[in-house]
């Protein structure tokens, strides 16, 4: 692929992620834009596996171009006026939070069981694999456990977004219907639904309050009413959340390799939940 060059100054900046900023084309309001703060092959990689996913029937926004400023590289999508993060309906309304929450776990055992074409896509176990090997913070020891315990999860052929954070959810609403989408597609993948079920935990159980109130809108408080609509629309009403958080918990837990992918430090406050269930110190 060959980068598009754009003069960033016909864009608006509308928000920044960990890993990138997003913007709105000034004058072609079916434009937005993502750019990458470092990492090219990044971008490359989530134009690539977002043109699978949308052609694959996942609700995304349609995918366009490879662009660049210059001096980061990014990826242009059709963009989706008026949409809102799930995150950021329930900062803005906490009122309705279970409502969210149980519209979002919908959108996702939607997407937990659609089969793919394992050809197109790479396998989770696999994705998980490689970051483990190349992570420089965990010892040979924890490593051979984790991939066991990784090895042992069931093998299925079912989508799975790969960083399922409720901001990664969007919805557009129209007379009254609300029309949810998938964001941020680059680590698309396929397998186990607990491994993304991992990071819907992570977020509303296991961040600090202020980055809870920085990243997502909402407390932890609010974050926590997320999970329990959640968890309850997703494994049925039911469901008993104590016995469903502890099978969740290991998943969660193994997030530490891609937040530490990202970052490039070790995340102790993820690590813990791995002492605790995977790894056996």
């Known amino acids: ?7 960033l100054n016909d864009y608006e900046r509308t928000g920044e992620g960990a890993n990138g900023a ?3 084309h000034k004058t072609d309001k079916s ?6 703060f470092r990492n090219f092959e990044s971008a490359k990689r989530e134009l690539e596996v977002a043109q699978k996913a949308y052609a694959a029937g996942i609700p995304t926004p349609k995918p366009g171009d490879l662009v660049t400023d210059g001096e ?23 009122e309705h939070t279970e409502e969210y929450a149980r519209e979002f776990a919908q ?6 069981a659609t089969h793919v074409d394992t050809t197109q896509f790479e396998n989770v176990k696999d994705r998980l694999y490689a970051m483990l090997a190349a992570n420089p913070f965990f010892t040979d020891r924890e490593k051979e456990q984790l991939h066991a315990f990784i090895a042992d999860a069931p093998d299925t052929d079912t989508a799975i977004h790969g960083d399922l954070q409720f901001s990664n959810g969007i919805f557009v609403e129209q007379n009254g219907v609300r029309t949810p989408y998938f964001i941020d597609m680059g680590d698309f993948c396929y397998g186990y639904p607990m491994f993304d079920i991992g990071m819907v935990y992570l977020c509303c159980k296991l961040n600090d309050e202020s980055w809870t109130q920085t990243q997502y809108h909402m407390s932890n408080a609010v974050a926590a009413r997320f999970w329990d609509a959640f968890a309850l629309e997703y494994f049925g009403s039911d469901a008993d959340l104590v ?30 939940v791995l002492k605790k269930t995977i790894l056996k110190v």
């Open 1 to 7: 692929m060959t980068p598009i060059h754009i003069n």
């Open 22 to 24: 997003s913007y709105n």
């Open 31 to 36: 434009i937005m834009m993502k750019l990458y």
């Open 72 to 94: 980061c590289m990014g990826i242009r999508f059709k963009r989706i006026e008026g949409k809102k993060s799930y995150s950021r309906a329930c900062g803005d309304d906490p």
């Open 107 to 112: 959108l996702c055992k939607k997407l937990h």
């Open 243 to 272: 016995a469903v958080e502890q099978a969740v918990l290991p998943y969660a837990g193994l997030k530490t390799l891609m937040i530490e992918r990202d970052t490039h430090r070790p995340m102790p406050e993820f690590r813990e």
